[in-house]
C-alpha cells in the first residue's frame, strides 16, 4: 500500500510515559503517525491505556518547539535564535559564572524519562566538563526510599527483581500504595489473571480506587501510617508461629532485633495509630502466612513519605519473615513510577552515583568509570546535594547560580513549588532542553527545543529492570536537536577534549563499558540483544571472547543476595508518623496521586486534546462535605501552611472521611505539599500533610 506517494512502515517502540514501558508499533502511513498494536511483546500483550494510544498527539503540535529561545534582557520576553548563538550564549554564561564563583556554582537536573544514554552522557557531562557535583534529578522524588531501603536490605536495587509476569503465579499480591488499575492499566490483567486462577488480592491505601474494587481486602489506613501496619502485621506473624525460621537463619541477619522491636505492636495498637481495624490486620497477617507464593508490592503511597525508606524496610522484614525474597512466584518489589525510573538512577545523573549503580564516594568505582572517561579519578567530583536540596539551594550565597534542566517540569511537580519557583527565579542563568514552553521552559533564559521519543532511538529500563529500545520511527521537525547533541554541543564549547558521541548506539556501548562490574551490569547487552530477545534484564556482563553470552538475569535472589555474605539485612524501623498531623487548623490529612488520563506534570498529556483535562479536582468524604456544606462539583478551597487551591470538591464515599485527595498533574497543587525530607533516601513526603478545606473560593 502506497499513501500520498509513501510507503507505509511500521517500528517497534515502547510508550513514552510510565514504567511499564508498553510495547507499540509506530505505523507511518503518508504523513501521520500511527499508534498500532505490537502483541507480541510479553509485557503489555499490545495493551495500551488510552495515554499510549494517543501519544502520538504531540508530533507536529501547534505548541511544539521548533527553535531555541533567548530572553532579550531589555524586554523580558523571549526571541527565537539560531542553535549556534544560543549554546554560545549558555556556554559562555557559564564559563563566567564559573570564573566567579567555581564549579559548583553551575547545577544540572536530570529526569526520569529521559534514556539510558541520556542519564550517562548528562552524568558524565557534569562530572569532566563542568566538574560540578551539583546534579540530580527528578526520579529521587519517585521511589528513591525504596531503592534505599533495597540497597539497604538486599545490597542491590532493581524495582521488580522478577518479572512483573511472576505476579499471574503468585497465590497472594499484596498492593501497598499503589493504584496500578489507573497507574498503569495494562499491567491489571496480571493482577485479573492472578484473580481468575484462585490467587487473592490485598490492596493497602487511604482511597477505595479501582484497582482496590479487585481485592479481597482492602485496608485503608490514616495517610503516612503504613509503616505501623507493617510493624502490626510482623507482630502478628511472630506472635502466631508464622515465622519461616529456616530461611530466616539461613539467609538474613539482624531479625532476632527486628523480632523483638515489634512486640508492643498488637493490632489494637495497630488500629489506634492507622485506623485500620485490629481484625483486618490479623487477617493480612493470616493470609500471607497462609500463601506461600506471596507478593508484597509497594509504590509511591508507601514510598514518598518522611519516613518512606523504614516504611519500605518495615514491609521487607515482613517479606524476609516469611521467607518470600527468592523464592520463586514471590518476594518484595517495588513499581516504579516514571519511564525510566529505574535507568534513570543507575547511569550517574544522580548526586551520589556513578555509571553501572556505583557509589561516587567508591574509590575502584572512581577509578573504574574515570578510565572509562579518560579523566583522572581525583577531578571527578564528590556527592552532590539531592533534587530538593539542590533546588532550595539555588541562588544561596553558597549555592548554584545557573540551573541546566532536561527532561523536568520543576515548576510543577516540586514539592513545596511556589518556593522552588522563587529559587529559579533568582538565579543568573535557567536553561531547560524541552519539547514544549513547559511552565519551568517559561521562566527561562534559554529553552532548547528537543526531540521526543518518537523522533529518537534509546534505551530504557522498565520496572522489571529489563533494558528495551525505544526506536526511531519519523524524523524530528526541522531545528530540534536530541539531548545527546546539546550535551556534545555544550561540551565543545567548553573545550573538552572528551568524546561525547551523538549516536545513541555508540552511547549505549560507552555506558556498557563504564557499568562493568557495577550492580547494574549492561556490558553484556546490545542494541541488537534486545531486539532479539524483547529487552535484556541487568545486571548482564559481558563474556569473554568466543564464550556464550550472558543472558541476563530476570530472577534475582535465588541463592544469595547481593550483601558481602549474601545474606539480607533485616533493619530495626520505628514508626514516627508524618512530619505534619493534624491540628486544630488544618484537620485533615491532605494525599495526592495520580489520574488515569494524565502523566506527571502533565507537560505532554495536558497537551493532547484526545485526553480529558479535568484540571485538579479535591477529593472529599460525604460526611465531611456534609458537615462543611459543600456539594458534588462545587467550588472548595484547600490550605495547607504552603498555599492554598481553588478547585471543584469531588464527593466521593471511597476515601476516609479524614483525608481529601488531589491529582497532581497540574501546577499549583504541588505548592501545597510538605518538603520534610526521608532522612536517608532524601524523598519528600508527597503523600501526606495537614490541609483545611471550607467552601468557597476565598
Ligand atoms: Fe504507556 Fe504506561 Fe499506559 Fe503502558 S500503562 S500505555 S507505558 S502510560
Given amino acids: 500500500m502506497v499513501v500520498d506517494g509513501r510507503a507505509p512502515s511500521s517500528t517497534t517502540t515502547h510508550c513514552p510515559y510510565c514504567s511499564l514501558q508498553c510495547g507499540m508499533r509506530l505505523e507511518r502511513v503518508g504523513r501521520t503517525l500511527q499508534v498500532a498494536e505490537w502483541a507480541e511483546f510479553g509485557v503489555n500483550e499490545g495493551a495500551l491505556c488510552r495515554k499510549g494510544r494517543t501519544a502520538t498527539g504531540l508530533r507536529g503540535h501547534r505548541e511544539r518547539l521548533t527553535t531555541p529561545l533567548v530572553r532579550d534582557p531589555a524586554t523580558g520576553e523571549f526571541r527565537a535564535a539560531g542553535w549556534d548563538e544560543a549554546l554560545d550564549l549558555v556556554a559562555a554564561r557559564l564559563a563566567e559564572i564559573q570564573a566567579e564563583s567555581g564549579p559548583d556554582s553551575i547545577a544540572v537536573f536530570g529526569g526520569g524519562g529521559l534514556t539510558n544514554e541520556k542519564a550517562y552522557a548528562l552524568g558524565k557531562f557534569a562530572r569532566t566538563v563542568l566538574r560540578t557535583s551539583q546534579i540530580d534529578y527528578n526520579g529521587r522524588w519517585c521511589m528513591s526510599s525504596a531503592a534505599t531501603a533495597a540497597n539497604l536490605s538486599f545490597g542491590l536495587d532493581r524495582g521488580l527483581p522478577f518479572p512483573l509476569r511472576d505476579v499471574e503465579t503468585a497465590d497472594l499480591v499484596v498492593l501497598v500504595g499503589s493504584n496500578m488499575a489507573e497507574t498503569m492499566p495494562p499491567a491489571a490483567r496480571h493482577l485479573d489473571r492472578l484473580r481468575a486462577s484462585g490467587g487473592r488480592l490485598v490492596v493497602v491505601d487511604p482511597r477505595r480506587t479501582p484497582t482496590a474494587e479487585r481485592a479481597d481486602l482492602v485496608l485503608q489506613p490514616v495517610p503516612g501510617t503504613d509503616l505501623a501496619l507493617a510493624l502490626g502485621v510482623l507482630h502478628h506473624l511472630v506472635a502466631t508461629g508464622a515465622v519461616d525460621e529456616e530461611y530466616v537463619a539461613a539467609r538474613t541477619t539482624g531479625f532476632d532485633d527486628v523480632r523483638r522491636s515489634v512486640t508492643a505492636w498488637w493490632p489494637e495498637q495497630v488500629e489506634r495509630v492507622t485506623g485500620v481495624p485490629a481484625d483486618d490486620v490479623r487477617a493480612l497477617a493470616d493470609l500471607l502466612a497462609a500463601h506461600p507464593k506471596a507478593m508484597i508490592l509497594t509504590a509511591r503511597g508507601a514510598e514518598q513519605q518522611s519516613q518512606g525508606t523504614d516504611t519500605v524496610l518495615a514491609w521487607i522484614n515482613v517479606a524476609l519473615a516469611l521467607g518470600l525474597p527468592g523464592r520463586e512466584g514471590a518476594g518484595w518489589g517495588c513499581l516504579t513510577g516514571q519511564g525510566n525510573g529505574q535507568g534513570g538512577r543507575e547511569h550517574g545523573q544522580k548526586a551520589d552515583q556513578l ?68 529559587r529559579l527565579a533568582s538565579l543568573d542563568l535557567l536553561v531547560v532542553a524541552d519539547i514544549v514552553l513547559s511552565e519551568t521552559a517559561a521562566m527561562a533564559d534559554v529553552v532548547l527545543p528537543v526531540t521526543q521519543w518518537a523522533e529518537e532511538t534509546g534505551t530504557m529500563t522498565n520496572l522489571e529492570g529489563r533494558v528495551i529500545l525505544r526506536q526511531r520511527a519519523v524524523a524530528p521537525p526541522e531545528g530540534v536537536r536530541s539531548d545527546l547533541d546539546v550535551i556534545a554541543g555544550l561540551a565543545h564549547r567548553f573545550g573538552s577534549s572528551l568524546d561525547f558521541p551523538t549516536d545513541p548506539e555508540k552511547v549505549f556501548a560507552e555506558l556498557g563499558r563504564a557499568s562493568a562490574g557495577g550492580l547494574a551490569d549492561y556490558s553484556g547487552i546490545t542494541y541488537d540483544r534486545i531486539r532479539d530477545e524483547q529487552g535484556v534484564f541487568w545486571p548482564c556482563p559481558a563474556t569473554p571472547e568466543g564464550a556464550a553470552p550472558h543472558p541476563g538475569t530476570t530472577h534475582l535472589f535465588a541463592d544469595r543476595f547481593a550483601t558481602p555474605d549474601g545474606r539480607a539485612r533485616c533493619h530495626v524501623v520505628e514508626h514516627r508518623g508524618a512530619a505534619e498531623v493534624p491540628d486544630a487548623d488544618y484537620p485533615l490529612h491532605l494525599t495526592t496521586g495520580r489520574v488515569l488520563a494524565q502523566y506527571q506534570s502533565g507537560a505532554q498529556t495536558r497537551r493532547i486534546k484526545e485526553l480529558p483535562d479535568s484540571g485538579p479536582f479535591i477529593e472529599v468524604h460525604p460526611l465531611v462535605a456534609a458537615r462543611l456544606g459543600i456539594d458534588d462539583g462545587s467550588l472548595v478551597t484547600l490550605t495547607t501552611r504552603r498555599g492554598d487551591l481553588r478547585a471543584a470538591a469531588k464527593v466521593v464515599d471511597t476515601i476516609r472521611e479524614d483525608t481529601v485527595f488531589v491529582p497532581f498533574h497540574w501546577a499549583g497543587v504541588n505548592r501545597l505539599v510538605n518538603d520534610a525530607l526521608d532522612p536517608r533516601s532524601r524523598m519528600p513526603e508527597f503523600k501526606v500533610c495537614a490541609a483545611a478545606l471550607k467552601v468557597g473560593g476565598h
Avoid: C, M
Wanted: hydrophobic share 40%; aromatic share 6%.
Fill in 355 to 422: 555509571p553501572g549503580y556505583r557509589s561516587i564516594e567508591d574509590p575502584a568505582a572512581r577509578a573504574h568509570v574515570a578510565e572509562v572517561w579518560g579523566v583522572d579519578p581525583a577531578t571527578i567530583p564528590g556527592k552532590g546535594r539531592s533534587a530538593y536540596e539542590l533546588l532550595e539551594a539555588l541562588g544561596q550565597a553558597d549555592g548554584p547560580r545557573s540551573l541546566l534542566v532536561f527532561g523536568s517540569n520543576i515548576v510543577v511537580s516540586a514539592p513545596r513549588a511556589s518556593h522552588v519557583t522563587e
